[in-house]
């Protein structure tokens, strides 16, 4: 008996010390963390979340690194719920892990002082046709918010010294021996042959640019900034894929000298703009790779060392992963290819690699204030799939604003 109950003595005290154990840990974590962890079970695809919105702390780069901080693998869920209006159209999207103030249309004075806080007075994205979706949608969203002028967009295949003086509001200045004295040229080759018809400066450009202007003199908001897009095929070229005539051009009379980086996307970051270097990259993920995930490993891990190497701060970075394809609306060919070499769908490759970016990328966006990671595109697009996409591979513009509303209220969360 005595054996018994010293037994159950022991067993109270390694109860009771483990509960305190336990409370002690909880109360020295973040709230928003805690939250988190008391309501992960919502963040799993395909299940509905009960979670009020104004239970969950507002959504910004802060939190998504305390969920990675906590993630082994640094994932961050993009799932959440949809909601219609009284027409039954998609107006707005509630995120599991974080809460939204705004839908689509976030106040101009908010949006003015977020870019006058964050200093933002140059804006790049980056991608493929998709991405230049977004950018455009970026441009138009820009010209309705009220106190706010941007101009036509300046839209090319090719630039050069001519087009600067044409219809460009920012010259891109390169090395063309000692001293930045020549200004940097790229020409990007045309994706399709039917592209390759068309004239240089029409809607369908791969180097688009437009400055826009703020007037909101009641808040003492007056200034300018220039926001810009650069195609970016794919995530790593073999080779570089903007043609010959991109480099240095060292006057308007002078040709080309072309330029020795080996890539597209070396030559963007570490000539093109480095001078003057942006204030923001924002790099959406593209719809054109399809390799082995292995080899996708090894070009996120070259692509990140360029980063490092050509991007430092303030200049910050955000990287978004790729979204849902819906392969039913695509050729009979597409719809039927298998990925790695026969196991994958489209759709579970593309989970896939963005799983492996989010783990690649993880250490930097913990240890690095300046490299910023967002939420899955894949989880949150898989559920309107039949309401936004149009090809198997692009959307139509609700989606582009509603990602972009998302983004913007999350890098204005502190603003």
């Known amino acids: ?69 906590y993630s082994a693998k640094g994932y961050l869920p993009g799932n959440g719920t949809w909601k219609r209006n009284k027409r039954g159209e998609l ?31 140059h804006i790049v994205i980056m991608g493929d046709s998709n991405g230049r979706r977004y950018f455009r949608a970026l441009h138009e969203r820009l010209n309705q918010l009220q106190g706010v002028e941007c101009t036509k967009l300046s839209s090319h295949h090719c630039v050069n010294w001519s087009t600067y003086e044409q219809d460009m509001f920012l010259y891109h200045r390169c090395r063309c021996g000692s001293t930045y004295s020549g200004r940097c040229a790229v020409c990007f080759q045309p994706f399709t042959r039917d592209m390759r018809n068309r004239p240089f400066n029409d809607t369908f450009g791969w180097s688009l640019q437009a400055e826009c202007h703020i007037n909101i003199s009641k808040e003492g908001l007056v200034f300018s900034f220039i926001i810009e897009f650069s195609a970016l095929r794919r995530l790593m070229d073999n080779t570089i894929v903007v043609l010959r005539s991109s480099g240095c051009q060292p006057s308007e009379n002078k040709p080309v000298i072309p330029t020795k ?14 001078n003057p270097r942006p204030d923001l990259f924002i790099v959406f993920g593209n719809a054109h790779d399809r390799m082995l995930l292995p080899d996708l490993s090894r070009f996120i891990d070259k692509f990140v060392r360029l980063i490092d190497r050509y991007v430092m701060p303030p200049t910050k970075f955000i990287w978004l992963s790729r979204m849902a394809e819906d392969v039913r609306r695509k050729p009979k060919y597409w719809r039927e290819l298998r990925y790695e070499r026969g196991t994958m769908t489209r759709l579970e490759w593309l989970d896939a690699a963005n799983r492996i970016m989010y783990s690649k990328l993880r250490q930097r966006f913990l240890q690095k204030k300046s490299l910023l990671l967002f939420p899955d595109l894949l989880q949150m697009s898989v559920p309107v799939l039949d309401d936004f996409n149009i090809d198997g591979v692009h959307m139509k513009p609700g989606w582009y604003k509603h990602v972009l509303s998302y983004l913007i209220q999350t890098i204005c969360s502190e603003a």
């Open 1 to 69: 008996m005595f054996v018994i109950f010293v037994v159950i003595i022991a067993a109270c005290l390694f109860l009771f010390g483990r509960r305190n154990f336990q409370t002690d840990t909880v109360r020295k974590q973040p709230v928003m963390l805690r939250w988190f962890q008391e309501t992960k079970s919502h963040f799993q695809p395909g299940l509905a979340h009960n979670v009020t919105r104004q239970r969950k702390p507002s959504c910004s780069f802060n939190l998504f690194r305390q969920i990675v901080k």
């Open 91 to 121: 107006d707005r999207f509630d995120p599991s892990i974080c809460r939204l103030k705004y839908g689509m249309e976030m106040p101009s004075q908010k949006i003015a002082t977020c870019l006058r806080k964050e200093n933002l007075r």
């Open 261 to 274: 980086s080996e890539t597209s996307q070396q030559f963007l970051f570490a000539e093109f703009y480095a």
